[in-house]
C-alpha cells in the first residue's frame, strides 16, 4: 500500500504505505530520452552541432532537475511543456542531457570544481555536452567565452577521485553495494547505463510471437527475452503510445525482472489474489493476464490517485476481474475481511528503489540514509500486516526494487523468525516449472535476485513464502 510513488525534496516520505522511488514511465514527451535517439553519447565526438539554444535550454532544465524536488521524467516533461518552442531535436539532445548529467553528477562535480553544478547549471550544461559529444561538437557562440573552463573540465584526472565519485554513486550507497557484492565495480558500472525499453505482451489479448511478427514488420528492433515467456526488449525508445498494439492493449512497458516477480506468485484461474501495494498497477496487470481474467484479483493501495492512473491501463487489458481499492491504511476494513483467505499475496514493498537506477538516475540523489532507515521500518510493518491474509497453504511474496540486503534479505529473516506459521520456499523451484531458468540462481538461492550486469534487467529481490 504506497503512499507516494515519487520523492519529495530530500527524499522519499515514508507513511503508513510507505515511499516509492519513481519507477520507468509512460509519459510521453516528443523525442524524449524514452523515444529520442541518443547521439554520440558516451563522449565520442561526432557530427551533433551543440547550438546555444540547446546548452540554454539545457541549462535551465537543469536549474530545476538539480534542485531534487520531483521526479526528473517529470520535472522534464513540465520544462517541455513550458517550452513548446523547442524542436523535437533539440528536445532530445536536451533530455538525453539531462539523464547523461544525473548518471554522471558525481564526476560531473568533480571536475567542475570550484564550482557546483546545481549552482552553475550552465557551466554543468555545457561540461555534460562536451562529455557527451565532444567538444568540438559546441559552436564557439555556445561557449560564450568559458572555452577553458571546459577544456580544463574535460582534463580533469579522475583517477585521483574518491572511489565513490568514480563509481557515481553517493558514498554511503558506494559502501553498501561494495561490501555486499564481491563484483560491486562491475554491477556499479551497469548502474550508471541506460536501460533498455522492455515490454510485456499481454498474454489476454495477443501472444509474444504475432507482436515480434507486427514490430519487426514496422522495422523496430525488437528481440524476445532471455527469461520472461511473455517479455520483449526494443533497441531503441519509440513514440510507444502512438503504436496501436499499446493503445489496443497488447503491450505495457514492464522490465523484465518486474514480469517475473508475477510469475513467482504463480496466479491460477479462480483464485483469490491480493496486490497488496499496487500502485500505478504494472504488477497487478501483469498478474490478471496470467490468470485469464478469471478468479478476484483485489488492487489495494492508501494513494487513491495512483490507483486511478490505473483506470487507463486496465481499460486496454481487457481484464475483468482487476479491483482497485483504495484503503486508509493496512489495518481497513476492507483488508481485515480478507484476513485468512486469500490465496495468493503480493507486496511489493515500499523501496530505495536502488535497483532502478539505470532508469531513474537522480533517485540516487534523492534518497539518504535516514530515508532507508524510515523505509526500513514500513518493510517490515506492511509484510506483518499482509502476512495476515493468505489462507493455510497460500502463498506471500514479497518483493523489491532495491540492491540492499537490509531492505530484502534482512527483512524476510526478521519475518520468518517472528512468523513460524511460514516456510521459505525456493525461487527456482517455482520458476523452473513454468520454463524459467534464471542464470546465476544458484548464488542467490534460495531468494529471487536480478541485475543489471548479471541479467540485463533491473535490481530486483523477491521471496516466495508459504502458509503452513
Known amino acids: 500500500m504506497r503512499a507516494r510513488k515519487t520523492p519529495r525534496k ?257 496466479p491460477r484461474r479462480g483464485e483469490m489474489v491480493v496486490d497488496f501495494c499496487a500502485g500505478a498497477g504494472g504488477k497487478t496487470l501483469a498478474l490478471g493476464a496470467l490468470m485469464r481474467s478469471s478468479g478476484r484479483l483485489y488492487a489495494f493501495d492508501i494513494n487513491q490517485r495512483r490507483l486511478e492512473g490505473m483506470g487507463p491501463r486496465l481499460k486496454r487489458s481487457g481484464l475483468s476481474n482487476v479491483h482497485p481499492v483504495a484503503i486508509r491504511s493496512e489495518s481497513d476494513i476492507r483488508v481485515k475481511r480478507l484476513h485468512g483467505k486469500c490465496d495468493r499475496v503480493l507486496v511489493d514493498a515500499p523501496c530505495s528503489g536502488s535497483g532502478t537506477l539505470r532508469r531513474n538516475p537522480d533517485l540516487k540523489w534523492r534518497f539518504d540514509e535516514t530515508e532507508l532507515a524510515r523505509v526500513n521500518e514500513v518493510q517490515h510493518a506492511v509484510l506483518t500486516a499482509a502476512a495476515r491474509l493468505p489462507k493455510a497453504g497460500g502463498r506471500l511474496v514479497y518483493a523489491t526494487c532495491s540492491l540492499l540486503a537490509r531492505e530484502n534479505q534482512q527483512v524476510i529473516e526478521a519475518f520468518l523468525a517472528a512468523h513460524p506459521d511460514y516456510r521459505l520456499v525456493p525461487a527456482h523451484d517455482v520458476l523452473a516449472p513454468q520454463g524459467v531458468i534464471v542464470e546465476h540462481a544458484s548464488r542467490f538461492a534460495p531468494y529471487f535476485v536480478m541485475l543489471p550486469h548479471l541479467h540485463g534487467s533491473d535490481g530486483f529481490f523477491a521471496a516466495i513464502l508459504e502458509r503452513r
Open 10 to 266: 530530500g527524499a522519499p516520505r515514508a507513511t503508513a504505505g510507505g515511499p516509492r522511488p519513481a519507477r520507468p514511465r509512460t509519459v510521453e514527451v516528443p523525442m524524449t530520452r524514452r523515444q529520442g535517439a541518443r547521439p554520440n553519447a558516451g563522449g565520442a565526438p561526432g557530427s551533433q552541432r551543440v547550438t546555444s539554444l540547446i546548452v540554454d535550454a539545457l541549462a535551465h532544465a537543469l536549474a530545476q532537475v538539480l534542485r531534487f524536488e520531483g521526479p526528473a521524467d517529470a520535472v522534464m516533461s513540465r520544462y517541455f511543456r513550458e517550452h513548446p518552442n523547442l524542436g523535437s531535436r533539440d528536445r532530445s539532445v536536451v533530455a538525453e542531457g539531462i539523464f547523461h548529467a544525473l548518471r554522471r553528477l558525481a564526476t560531473l562535480g568533480w571536475v567542475m570544481q570550484p564550482a557546483v553544478p546545481a549552482r552553475a547549471p550552465r557551466f554543468a550544461a555545457l561540461v555534460t555536452l562536451a562529455r557527451q559529444h565532444g567538444f568540438d561538437a559546441l559552436e564557439e557562440r555556445a561557449l560564450r567565452g568559458d572555452a577553458n573552463a571546459v577544456k580544463h573540465a574535460l582534463a580533469v584526472n579522475l583517477a585521483q577521485a574518491p572511489a565513490s565519485v568514480r563509481a557515481e554513486l553517493p558514498h554511503w550507497l558506494y559502501l553498501a553495494i561494495t561490501a555486499q557484492y564481491d563484483d560491486a565495480p562491475a554491477l556499479m558500472d551497469a548502474l550508471a547505463e541506460p536501460a533498455p525499453l522492455d515490454l510485456r505482451v499481454n498474454l489476454v489479448k495477443a501472444n509474444r510471437d504475432a507482436v515480434l511478427e507486427e514490430l519487426r514488420a514496422h522495422h523496430v528492433v525488437a528481440t524476445a527475452m532471455r527469461y520472461s515467456p511473455e517479455g520483449i526488449r526494443l533497441s531503441t525508445k519509440p513514440a510507444l503510445t502512438q503504436w496501436p498494439a499499446y493503445r489496443e492493449g497488447r503491450i505495457e512497458v514492464q522490465d523484465e525482472g518486474s514480469q517475473l516477480i508475477a510469475r513467482l506468485l504463480q
